[in-house]
């Protein structure tokens, strides 16, 4: 399972970096592979997201205690 993590491009000549967080620290994952791993996940999360409409319910619905 993946935690939060920040996908870092920079400009050339330099690599595309991934920064992921953990309680105590961070470091930065720069093999390529890697990289592709977490570009990966990253580009999943829009996919996964809940519809406007949807996470309003449920944002209210959570508010309102109705959804632990």
Do not use: H, Q
């Amino acid at each position: 399972m993946l935690g939060l993590f920040e996908v870092v491009g920079l400009s050339r000549p330099w690599p595309t970096v991934v920064f992921p967080e953990n309680p105590r620290d961070g470091y930065l994952v720069e093999a390529d592979d890697d990289v592709k791993v977490f570009e990966t996940a990253f580009d999943r999360v829009p996919a996964a997201a809940l519809s406007v409409d949807d996470s309003r319910e449920t944002t209210g619905k959570t508010m309102e205690g109705s959804i632990p």
